[in-house]
């Protein structure tokens, strides 16, 4: 067996602290190939109200707490720059799993929107569509 040494190699990193505990943003590193998110359903959690927070829930799979975003398209968010619910504000205001992104905060204008869910830098899950009156 031959033994091969790579180095040194050097790495830039961006921590953020959430909760106590320090988590690697962005790194320089060789990135792994994030799972592709899955939505099976969004249900509202409380009646959506234009200009108002509403929640959701999104019930899915190979969410990753630790990565999982929302992105928003329609009224005011447009595909060439969807609103987003960043992954700090789903670790401070929703509970996640794999499977279930909970109570999830929106504010949306009146209209139908486009949710996907991205784990950091993976593939957009497929689209759900919700409609606020």
């Known amino acids: ?75 005011d968010c447009p595909e060439t720059r969807p609103c987003k619910v960043d992954n700090g504000a789903l670790l401070e205001r929703a509970k996640l799993s794999a499977t279930l992104l909970e109570n999830v905060p929106l504010t949306l204008a009146s209209g139908e929107f486009r949710i996907v869910v991205r784990n950091g830098d993976s593939k957009p899950s497929n689209a759900s569509v919700v409609a606020v009156p």
Request: charged share 25%; proline share 8%.
């Open 1 to 75: 067996m031959k033994v091969k040494t790579v180095g040194p190699y050097f790495v830039d990193y961006l921590l953020r602290k959430i909760d106590g505990q320090w988590l690697v943003e962005k790194s320089t590193t060789a990135r792994t190939v994030r799972p592709t998110p899955k939505i099976d359903e969004v249900q509202f959690v409380t009646a959506p109200s234009p200009g108002k927070e509403f929640l959701i829930n999104v019930t899915g799979s190979d969410f990753e707490p630790m990565t999982a975003y929302l992105e928003v398209v329609g009224k």
